[in-house]
């Protein structure tokens, strides 16, 4: 055969990686079928891979956890508001019934009404302080994965509201439990003084001094100025527990952003104004109000089937 006439194999390799001899007539038949890529476009798609991981994106399989993050925070939003109402309520009535007591005539002064309103928030929170710190930081993990951005490098994986207890109190004992507490309690007494002490001065003063009698009609109203003034007063609180709670930390612990709560307050009024404690006022309103709303009208309708004096 003469040389020309010879044809040499050419060795290829397939899609799934494995060589094929083929003549140089039957790759041309087979380079429809046949799945081979530009040695320049593969280098420019593995760059823009790692460009992309770079700057925090990951890949489908991560948004689902991003979601299951929130359900898990919602979740342990139960045992929070469990725990915070549970203490208040309790804290709250026994102040008023057992420790400063009511007058003769019914009335219940209004600055033991404040006074009570504050320390039953202040019991409360420090109580469901703990799920708190972990609804708070299993939130962020979701939305910073739903958003496609990195994970802090104190940013912790949770798997579960059991193990982010576990993660927590491994990391930073039982006092890490309490990351935050102060502003959190600052928080809370401000917020039940609202709502608490605007409650139960309303509700009373409508029953002693108009021709309202102790019905859905009263607790409606008085729950929506308790709302309202919740709002106002816990407002600035929240800002600066939300920041204080979600700034950076090292490995002590210790916040890399503000030195404490008044830190915080003095830094936000300076740098952004007054008025920069206010920022989310209006959804923070209209959360509270439902809130407040169904809350007080649930707790009067279990006392009364309970056979328990309203409140």
């Known amino acids: ?39 320049g476009s593969v280098g420019r798609r593995r760059k823009r891979i790692s460009s992309l991981q770079g700057h925090g994106a990951h890949s489908p399989r991560d948004c689902p956890r991003g979601r299951l993050s929130k359900a898990l925070a919602r979740s342990d939003t139960c045992h929070l508001q469990t725990l915070y109402s549970g203490g208040r309520m309790v804290t709250y009535e026994h102040l008023r019934e057992v420790v400063f007591r009511k007058n003769e005539d019914k009335h219940y002064p209004l600055w033991k009404s404040v006074i009570g309103g504050m320390f039953a928030g202040v019991v409360g929170q420090f109580l469901a302080n703990p799920t708190d710190l972990v609804k708070v930081q299993m939130q962020m993990e979701g ?20 193990h982010a207890f576990a993660k927590i109190l491994a990391e930073g004992g039982i006092r890490g439990l309490w990351a935050g507490w102060v502003p959190n309690v600052q928080r809370a007494a401000l917020v039940n003084m609202g709502d608490l002490t605007t409650y139960d001065t309303v509700k009373h003063y409508l029953v002693l001094n108009t021709t309202l009698e102790d019905n859905i ?16 007063l816990g407002t600035p609180a929240d800002v600066i527990k939300s920041r204080i709670m979600n700034q950076p930390r090292d490995k002590q612990g210790r916040g ?56």
């Not at 009609?217 to 308790?226: D, P």
């Open 217 to 232: 009609m009263t607790h409606s109203l008085s729950s929506f100025c308790s709302g309202l003034v919740a709002s106002i």
């Open 143 to 162: 939305k910073r994965k739903l958003e496609g951005k990195p994970l802090r490098a104190t940013q912790k994986v949770f798997r579960g509201v059991h």
């Open 1 to 39: 055969m003469a040389p020309s006439e010879q044809l040499r194999t050419v060795g290829l390799r397939g899609h799934r990686g494995r060589a094929s001899n083929l003549s140089p007539r039957s790759h041309k038949n087979s380079t429809p079928n046949a799945r081979r890529s530009c040695p």
């Open 256 to 311: 890399l952003l503000y030195k404490s709560s008044t830190d915080c307050l003095i830094q936000a009024v300076q740098g952004e104004g007054f008025m920069s404690l206010y920022k989310g006022f209006l959804p923070s309103w209209l959360r509270m109000t439902p809130w407040s709303l169904v809350f007080w009208l649930t707790y009067e309708k279990i006392r009364e089937m309970s056979g328990v004096n309203p409140f």
